[in-house]
């Protein structure tokens, strides 16, 4: 019987790529990169042999859809920030077993989801930036699920995390959970970028409280009051994907009835207007 060993909300901002290249950046996200490693480490010593990552970099207007190749390899530049992420080269085995499991139990359960196995489908970098620090320190299988939603409610993505767990417990699979994306997700103005030092700054005072008060919610298991709010939190403080990968995080670990206090393992910090950190989830 598989089981979902670790869960955790990361970053995946580029300037962790770029903390490694040198310029302005070099070295200013070595604590999030830290962050991300010391998550792999965690998972390595629970046994995962995969991670599925709820990605809110993959935009999707009509069902879910998850990445369950069984290799993915190439080279990846963002069509977003092609001066930030160019020609990043990744070579990752994936789960295709347990993403084809997922898709069928969260289409059976309502929220109808395709697997699919296309060499052509990229891994996007909402996924490609965690793997790329955390597979220094263990060798996962890989299954990306679409967590950038467009026309889909929070109780939907709460379904494919459900659907995550029932197919995780359903194999042979030990499993890490990501869900990958920003928490308030202001991006400054174009104009206003150079002005403000936009790399390390928060775009809004009002997001950085909220983003402050809601990592105190989860450091005391207070998730119950926090989902009272995530659609209004997503909504006013621009959560990255509309945090349908936070949806389908608290899905798989049962919703309101979750109250373990999470341990924030990187710093809150501000990029590029938004608010970024990397938190474990323990699993209950």
Not at 78 to 99: A, K, M, R, T, V
Not at 143 to 164: C, F, K, L, P, Y
Not at 257 to 262: I, S, V
Request: glycine share 8%; aromatic share 10%.
């Amino acid at each position: 019987m598989g089981e979902i060993v670790l869960a955790a909300k990361m970053t995946h901002v580029p300037t962790l790529l770029m903390s490694e290249q040198d310029g302005p950046v070099k070295g200013r996200r070595q604590p999030a990169i830290d962050g991300h490693r010391e998550i792999a480490r965690r998972a390595k010593a629970l046994g995962a042999d995969t991670v599925v990552i709820c990605d809110t970099h993959w935009v999707i207007n009509a069902g879910f859809h998850i990445n369950a190749n069984a290799r993915f390899e190439g080279l990846f530049t963002s069509n977003e920030f092609p001066q930030f992420i160019q020609d990043l080269p990744y070579g990752y085995d994936g789960n295709p077993e347990l993403g084809d499991a997922i898709a069928k139990a969260a289409t059976d359960k309502g929220a109808y989801t395709l697997a699919h196995h296309l060499d052509s489908l990229e891994l996007e970098y909402g996924t490609l930036v965690p793997m790329r620090f955390m597979s220094r320190e263990h060798d996962m299988k890989v299954v990306s699920v679409a967590a950038w939603a467009t026309v889909h409610g929070h109780d939907e993505s709460r379904v494919v995390g459900e659907a995550i767990r029932e197919a995780v417990e359903a194999s042979d699979s030990k499993v890490l959970l990501v869900a990958s994306g920003s928490l308030s997700h202001k991006i400054w103005a174009n104009k206003d970028y150079a002005a403000n030092d936009g790399t390390f700054t928060i775009s809004s005072e009002f997001n950085r409280q909220m983003d402050l008060h809601v990592l105190e919610m989860w450091k005391n298991g207070d998730h119950a009051t926090f989902l009272k709010m995530l659609g209004d939190y997503a909504q006013f403080c621009c959560g990255e994907g509309s945090m349908h990968d936070t949806a389908m995080l608290y899905g798989a670990l049962g919703w309101d009835t979750y109250d373990a206090k999470c341990e924030v393992v990187t710093p809150y910090f501000p990029s590029s207007g938004t608010g970024q950190t990397n938190v474990i989830f323990p699993v209950q």
